[in-house]
């Protein structure tokens, strides 16, 4: 946000009454505003006007600074590093923020047969990985819980059983590779970027503020 600012929202917290009938207020900045704020409010008891938003106005605001100019390829690597390897890709809320189970399935469709070898042939499908502790059964397929197979190795795996294909511990394993590469993938979309590496802190905080799922940033990457 630039220096000619002179205005920001900002969202109205619990209020205390003060022993003199005074109402003490209180109310969070975002991330991305936080070095306009303290540019115009510089100390404590600085004057600040109150007006009262509609929502439509809110919305436009927060789009406007969610979606402003991505940051230059490179900034935050270490974030999206760090992003990662956290986990941040692996939970299941965030899966289901990021998408449903259908989108994913049909995402797994336009990928590469995860056993690569010389036998792949036919289209690529969901093939599920069903685990008891995942609520798998009889009837029921998990969400969330497919890779993508090319036609014949899917026939293998109906047919012969995981261990013709790599063995339970591979299955478990491509089945995270893959929910994590997709959920990589719908949050790039959300955002309107072609890489993590152009994904800063407040751009994932904005992007969840509607959201339940908490993600503990570290300090230093603001």
Sequence with gaps: MSDEVQALIVTRRPAKEMADGTLRVQFDVEPNDRKAFLSMFPDNGDPIAVARLDPESVRRHQNQVAFAEPPKKGDYGQFAKWLVQSGFFRR???WKYLGSDDLF????KTQG???KDRNCSGDIVPAHVRRVAEGAGTAHKPAYCAIPLCDNHHQMQHQQ????????EWFDRERIKAIEAWAMHQLKTLLGISSLSKLSPPHLELALRDSAINVNIPAEFF
């Design 113 to 115: 047969c995860a056993h």
């Design 161 to 168: 059983g995981e261990s013709a294909l790599g063995g339970k």
């Design 105 to 108: 399935l049909e995402w797994l």
């Design 92 to 94: 299941p809320d965030v």
